[in-house]
């Protein structure tokens, strides 16, 4: 049990640290767009959100060392051992919320990526061991479908929790506000994993391949 925890902390901590800083760059400069060129001005204070969002990227290692990381060190290295254990607790969900129609908006699509996940995680790896660049290429896009694939169990079980305490008769607001979120991220940001996922197999002879373009 502590050697499967210690391989999960390792897992996660690439990507929490990369997924999240660079959603909450995304989010700053969205919050920064609500205020159109006012955004700019010191005294609605969204510049320094902006300021302070953007340095996380790059605090602890920058979030392309992360993706290295995560995709060289955390899982190819280890032929993917560390995220079959996550995958377990994906699976268990999936088992227990399967056949449960309030559900399948979250577990139809989580469960969808984690079959994908074994695959894809696969070709980049027999891609890696012919041309190195090749892990350098995906590492990025891999990252955040892997953060989609984590945040997706966690919104899914929250979602679950939400659900219970609704038909169990409980009308605090929270449950509501937890479930209209989980349905947000499944319905507008879950589903870049498709392109994501598009990228990183397009490989790295386009991203090396560059004489041409700077002559």
């Not at 920058?62 to 993917?80: E, P, W, Y």
């Not at 377990?88 to 129609?101: A, S």
């Not at 996940?117 to 896009?141: H, L, R, Y």
Request: aromatic share 10%; hydrophobic share 45%.
């Amino acid at each position: 049990m502590r050697a499967d925890s210690a391989d999960l902390v390792a897992l996660l901590t690439p990507i929490v640290k990369a997924f999240v800083t660079d959603n909450g760059w995304t989010a700053t400069m969205l919050g920064q767009q609500v205020f159109g060129g006012h955004g700019y001005i010191k005294e609605w204070g969204m510049e320094q959100f902006v300021r302070d969002a953007r340095i996380n990227m790059i605090y602890e290692g920058t979030n392309g060392i992360q993706a290295l990381d995560l995709l060289g060190r955390k899982i190819l290295s280890n032929q993917g051992a560390s995220l079959k254990k996550f995958g377990k607790l994906i699976g268990q969900l999936v088992e227990e919320e399967g056949v449960n129609e309030k559900m399948a908006e979250f577990i139809n699509p989580l469960a969808m990526l984690g079959d994908q996940m074994t695959k894809f995680t696969t070709e980049i790896g027999f891609k890696g061991m012919q041309n190195p660049d090749e892990v350098g290429a995906a590492s990025v896009d891999y990252l955040r479908v892997a953060g989609h694939l984590v945040f997706g169990y966690f919104f899914a079980r929250m979602a679950q929790v939400a659900l219970r305490e609704i038909g169990s008769g409980n009308t605090d607001p929270f449950y509501q506000g937890k479930l209209q979120t989980a349905r947000f991220y499944f319905a507008k940001l879950f589903p870049e994993t498709a392109s994501l996922m598009r990228s990183a197999r397009a490989g790295s002879k386009s991203l090396m391949d560059t004489d041409a373009a700077l002559a």
